[in-house]
Structures are given as structure tokens and as C-alpha cells.
């Protein structure tokens, strides 16, 4: 005998799957107007409350978007909900056993260093003259004690910009943005906002280079201190 709560539960799914399937069919692109709820009931032979709590759940997975007295619309991609869950995990991960955290970077250097081989074939196209003053901007800050979250972040989203992918951007900027959020809580080397810039400029330098081994080898290595500072964290 099925549980009524896991049976509704199941209803739910499939409704949502349901209207997914509604929003692929009629080829609505990101922005397009959905049905009105009138006739998304008719359509999906079901009642207001369960296609509202369905609408409800699929806007908050970023798949359509409620605007107040104009109607439901497809929406727009989205890294949003990505973004909260592992910042949420990332701060647990802290009081933890570092899992989630070291997930993370691995993560990221595994994609950003398979990722410059393919900036390395499109260096026409890479602003080099960004990259110098982002490397400038955290050496300057270094030499006084501080780190630049703006600059290392310009750095990488300049870095990327030849391969004209706005996914790879927008998912980077997740994992950099989550990462940045717990950076503060991480033990500091003592060289810390030097290490950071020496590294970013032996991306640089490897980049002007054009050695694709030397330049995953620099970002690999950018990795490194991030690494050395997780593994300080008391394990509790």
C-alpha cells in the first residue's frame, strides 16, 4: 500500500515533470510566457493547489520565473540555487570534516586547468593588458598586507573570456564566489597575499609563454596554497 505522503510526493514530481515537458514541446525559450494557470489546469488535468505548489518548486530550481499580476514566464538559467547550496554545505564543512570545501576546490582546479589549454589556442583573443593590471592591482595590495578578492576574481574572468562559453563563466564565478565566502574562516599562511599574487603571475607569465604543460603546471600550483591553508583547519 502506497503512503500518502510518498504518493503525493510522487504526484508532485510528476507534475513538474509534466509541465518541464509542457515548457520543451511548445519550444518556449527562456523569457517566454507560460499558459495561464487556467489553462495549464485544463491542459495538465489538475487543481489549483497542486499545479501552484508545482509552479512554487519549479521556481525555485530557476525552471520558470512568477511575476506578480503579469504571469509565469520560462526562466532564465540560473546558478543561484547551486550557489546558496554550496555556500550553506562550505560553512558546514568547516565545523566538519572539510569534505565539501575540499570537494569544491578539487573541483575547480581539475576545471581550470584543463580550461587553459583551450585559452592557450585562442590567445589572440586574450586581454592580456587586464590580466597585467589584475596581477599589478594584487601585487601592489600584497606589498602592503592585503589580499584583492576583486582583482583575483577579474583575473579569472579575463582569463576565460576567449573561449566565449557564459556557462564555464557562470560556473566558475559560483565555485569562486562560495570559495570566497569561507576564505576569511581558513588559517592564513604567512605569505599569504604574496603567494596569491606570485601565483597568478606565473599563470601570466606561463600564458605569454605559450607552453600548455607549463601553464596547467601554473595553475595547478595556484592551487597549492589553497590546499595548505584546508589542511590547517582543526578537524573536529
Do not use: C
Not at 41 to 46: D, G, K, P, Q, T
Not at 104 to 117: D, F, K, S, Y
Not at 158 to 165: A, D, E, G, I, S
Amino acid at each position: 500500500m502506497t503512503h500518502p505522503r510518498r504518493g503525493a510526493s510522487e504526484n508532485q514530481r510528476a507534475l513538474q515533470e509534466a509541465i518541464k515537458d509542457l515548457i520543451v514541446r511548445r519550444g518556449l525559450a527562456p523569457g517566454s510566457l507560460l499558459p495561464t494557470e487556467s489553462e495549464l489546469m485544463a491542459e495538465l488535468s489538475v487543481s489549483r493547489h497542486p499545479l501552484r505548489e508545482a509552479i512554487k518548486a519549479l521556481q525555485a530550481l530557476g525552471i520558470v520565473d512568477i511575476r506578480h499580476g503579469l504571469g509565469t514566464y520560462v526562466g532564465t538559467p540560473s546558478f543561484s540555487p547551486l550557489e546558496a547550496g554550496l555556500t550553506f554545505h562550505s560553512h558546514l564543512s568547516l565545523h566538519g570534516d572539510l569534505r565539501d570545501i575540499g570537494d569544491l576546490v578539487q573541483i575547480r582546479e581539475v576545471l581550470e586547468t584543463g580550461l587553459v589549454r583551450q585559452v592557450l589556442a585562442q590567445i589572440d583573443d586574450a586581454d592580456i593588458d587586464t590580466l597585467e593590471n589584475a596581477v599589478s592591482t594584487m601585487e601592489r595590495e600584497a606589498a602592503q598586507g592585503h589580499y584583492s578578492p576583486e582583482a583575483d576574481w577579474l583575473f579569472h574572468k579575463t582569463l576565460y573570456q576567449p573561449l566565449r562559453n557564459d556557462l564555464i563563466s557562470d560556473l566558475l564565478r559560483v565555485f569562486w564566489s562560495v570559495f570566497d565566502k569561507v576564505n576569511a574562516q581558513l588559517p592564513r599562511t604567512e605569505d599569504k597575499p604574496e603567494a596569491a599574487a606570485a601565483a597568478h603571475r606565473a599563470i601570466l607569465t606561463a600564458l605569454r609563454g605559450g607552453d600548455p604543460e607549463v601553464l596547467a603546471a601554473a595553475m595547478a600550483d595556484h592551487f597549492t596554497d589553497i590546499r595548505e591553508r584546508i589542511s590547517r583547519v582543526p578537524r573536529r
